[in-house]
């Protein structure tokens, strides 16, 4: 059983419901990311979903890009990123899902990426631009090491394929809420409840939780009123970018106060 | 010196939903990618030819901005066609490795595409516009 899945159950159980946060590493700089993740979990987040720059973050709105891009244009590599997450997991006992598009993890080495990421005290990965159908190194690996492995379920999923997700995801299943990218929007895609009621429809036990567009603590209520949980990631970064970790600070604790 | 010259210096990744060669460095960042032609400039290339070439079924060669410019020239002033850039890369090879062929032989060249939308590159390039 993931642990991410008994924290997310037990949290249903109390009737409480989830707060799962992004934040890229290296952003600013590696010190300065370790600092405010660890300080989104002592705020009171209950999943930190922690990402991994990319050249090319193909599912990601203006905010992260920006604070992806000057990540690695600070220098960020793939050599540092599990001392980091190491520092982390070594701070806090919140769950760490590490974000990341497909093609670092295959030219590290996907096998050496899971081992790494288990002895760093990673939970699993969440794999925005990877379909099962490419995933058998994989889910081998992650089976081995039971690490989480979490697909993304969109509005443009057919029954197949949101089975496909259900019984091959692990911790919990990303429900996309809109055919675009992250950032803060006013209304949630009314596309989001459908999405979770065709994952719930395949009678899995593992959780669904909703991402993008997620900015305000009712929102975060809302999704959590027919979903395991809520992910947001832009407006934690706008925060600490505006008023460092104090503000990053404020708004996890907000947005907590949601459910 | 930047290129992109994916099928010939890059290596196996994934870029934009496919997997294909690519430009990146040793983390998978992308490179960025040069090309005077806007539809070449791209540090990913169609998975259709990457398998192709692991086929052997074809070859590929690369192209300088120059030797394809020079290309455009030739066909727009002998034929009065005037190719599209990324089309022009395709001339620039066979002039420059047709000479290999026996005597005789035929080549088949595919016009992929048209130049009048590469007019104002055309003419920076050859200093008609400024």
Redesign the interface.
């Known amino acids: 059983m993931s642990n991410t899945e008994t924290l997310l159950h037990t949290l249903d159980q109390k009737g409480e419901s989830a707060l799962i946060g992004y934040f890229p590493a290296g952003y600013p700089t590696v010190a300065a990311s370790v600092e405010a993740c660890v300080a989104m979990c002592e705020s009171g987040i209950d999943i930190l979903e922690l990402g991994i720059p990319y050249s090319d973050p193909v599912m990601d709105g203006l905010v992260i890009q920006v604070a992806t891009e000057e990540a690695l244009s600070n220098g960020f590599k793939l050599s540092m990123f599990f001392e980091l997450l190491k520092e982390i997991t070594s701070r806090v006992s919140t769950p760490v899902l590490v974000m990341s598009y497909w093609n670092p993890i295959m030219q590290y080495g996907v096998e050496r990426f899971a081992r790494d990421l288990k002895a760093a005290g990673g939970a699993g990965l969440i794999t925005p631009d990877l379909i099962p159908d490419e995933a058998g190194d994989w889910l081998r690996i992650s089976d081995e090491l039971n690490l989480d492995r979490v697909f993304m379920a969109t509005p443009s999923s057919s029954q197949a394929r949101l089975d496909q997700v259900a019984r091959l995801s692990r911790g919990f299943i990303y429900a996309v809420s809109t055919m675009g990218i992250t950032g803060a929007r006013e209304d949630l895609d009314a596309k989001a409840r459908g999405v979770v009621a065709g994952v719930k429809s395949t009678e899995t036990s593992v959780p669904v939780c909703v991402g993008i567009g997620i900015s305000t603590a009712e929102q975060v209520s809302e999704v959590n009123s027919y979903a395991d949980g809520a992910i947001v990631g832009s407006v934690f970064i706008k925060a600490y970018r505006d008023g460092g970790v104090e503000q990053l600070k404020g708004v996890v604790k907000q947005l907590k106060g949601g459910n | 010196m930047r290129h992109a010259a994916t099928l010939s210096k890059g290596k196996v990744?994934?870029?934009?939903?496919a997997?294909s060669y690519?430009l990146?460095d040793?983390?998978?960042?992308?490179v960025e990618s040069h090309s005077i032609s806007a539809g070449l400039d791209y540090p990913g290339v169609g998975p259709e030819h990457s398998w192709l070439k692991d086929l052997q079924r074809a070859q590929y060669f690369g192209i300088s901005d120059d030797e394809a410019m020079q290309a455009l020239k030739a066909l727009s002033q002998t034929e009065g066609i005037i190719p599209a850039i990324e089309t022009a890369h395709a001339l620039a090879g066979v002039i420059k490795y047709g000479s290999t062929l026996k005597p005789g032989s035929s080549v088949l060249i595919n016009l992929s595409g048209r130049g009048d939308k590469d007019m104002e590159t055309v003419g920076k390039y050859f200093g008609f516009l400024g």
């Open positions: 990744g994934v870029l934009h939903g997997k690519m990146q040793e983390d998978g960042q992308t």
